[in-house]
């Protein structure tokens, strides 16, 4: 078995908890912004020294980090920001799980998006692939028992904030590939957590100056609500590693489309923790989009 493969199921397994983690801080009253800079704060500092720890006692050193690693990295960074922050909002909109499924949209997107800006190629199989999980996202985007048509109940402001979390975590992947390639020197794992560690350092600046600009008081929240907040840095920082170190093994769209385990972690957490239902037809959708992991992965 490659080892990009059980790197990449930890990575689904620990990013399925810190959503759950991050839903109960959205419950406990912290907006969607404090939620998502809660896995930054906690995570960020640990991510450092990891990295600093590493690159010292294995005598790889400071890297040696040319021009277009910031180009990958600030796109990675900042989209991964935006994406997070549409799952959270998402939340409210529909359950976990589903909410998950939306998310995941990232593995349709994230081929196309890395045959543009990194060159990978798209075959026609995996292009039916796609197509298939559209009709997936098309069912989830369905509520029959909302008012007016099809169209009009499928372009909700859920589907849009789902799509939006695949489109923009699809950038993310990519951009988190080509800055640790970017790093010719250092083994596998040190490109990957200086990578994590330059990233964090910035999503975590940004993270703070837009809450002390629009939401003064809400880092205090988050500060306070320290005994989920950490659990939350502790499952990021573990998914954020195992997710940097696959990315840098392998194709982001092929590390994607494993990652779609976590639709069955999170179908579990929000039957057992959070005592949900899934309606048939988004069970439907779920198969379509289920079906479609399948085949790309079958195919590539």
């Known amino acids: 078995?490659?080892?990009?493969?059980?790197?990449?199921?930890?990575?689904?397994?620990?990013?399925?908890?810190?959503?759950?983690?991050q839903k109960q801080l959205k419950s406990a009253q912290l907006s969607t912004a404090g939620a998502t800079f809660a896995r930054f704060l906690y995570s960020s500092p640990l991510v450092a020294l990891i990295a600093v720890t590493y690159a010292t006692k294995t005598g790889q050193g400071a890297p040696d980090i040319p021009p277009v690693f910031w180009?990958?990295?600030?796109?990675?960074?900042?989209?991964?920001?935006?994406?997070?922050?549409?799952?959270?909002?998402?939340?409210?909109?529909?359950?976990?799980?589903?909410?998950?499924?939306?998310?995941?949209?990232?593995?349709?997107?994230?081929a196309l998006i890395g045959?543009?800006?990194l060159g990978d190629l798209i075959t026609w199989p995996a292009l039916g692939a796609i197509l298939l999980g559209l009709?997936?996202?098309?069912y989830l985007s369905d509520t029959p028992s909302a008012a007016g048509g099809i169209f009009k109940r499928m372009?909700?402001?859920?589907?849009?904030?789902?799509?939006?979390?695949?489109?923009?975590?699809?950038?993310?992947?990519?951009?988190?590939?080509g800055a640790s390639l970017s790093l010719g020197d250092g083994d596998t794992f040190y490109r990957?957590?200086?990578?994590?560690?330059?990233?964090?350092?910035?999503?975590?600046a940004i993270m703070v100056v837009w809450l002390i600009w629009r939401e003064r008081g809400e880092i205090t929240r988050v500060i306070k609500a320290w005994r989920i907040a950490a659990l939350v840095g502790l499952t990021?920082?573990?998914?954020?590693?195992?997710?940097?170190?696959a990315y840098t093994l392998q194709t982001a769209a092929y590390v994607n489309a494993l990652g779609q385990v976590e639709l069955l972690f999170s179908l579990m957490i929000g039957a057992f923790v959070f005592g949900e239902t899934i309606s048939r037809r988004e069970w439907q959708g779920?198969?379509?989009?289920?079906?479609?992991?399948?085949?790309?992965v079958a195919v590539t």
């Open 1 to 21: 078995m490659d080892l990009w493969i059980p790197i990449t199921i930890g990575a689904a397994l620990a990013q399925t908890v810190r959503f759950m983690l």
């Open 71 to 110: 180009t990958y990295a600030l796109l990675g960074a900042s989209t991964q920001i935006i994406g997070t922050a549409c799952v959270i909002a998402l939340f409210s909109h529909r359950n976990f799980a589903v909410g998950i499924t939306f998310k995941k949209t990232e593995v349709l997107l994230s």
């Open 115 to 117: 045959a543009l800006i």
């Open 135 to 138: 009709i997936g996202v098309l």
């Open 155 to 177: 372009w909700s402001k859920g589907t849009a904030l789902g799509l939006a979390s695949g489109l923009a975590f699809g950038f993310s992947g990519n951009g988190y590939r």
């Open 192 to 204: 990957a957590i200086v990578t994590l560690a330059l990233v964090t350092a910035f999503q975590t």
């Open 236 to 245: 990021s920082m573990a998914g954020s590693i195992c997710w940097f170190v």
């Open 286 to 296: 779920l198969a379509f989009l289920t079906g479609s992991i399948v085949l790309l």
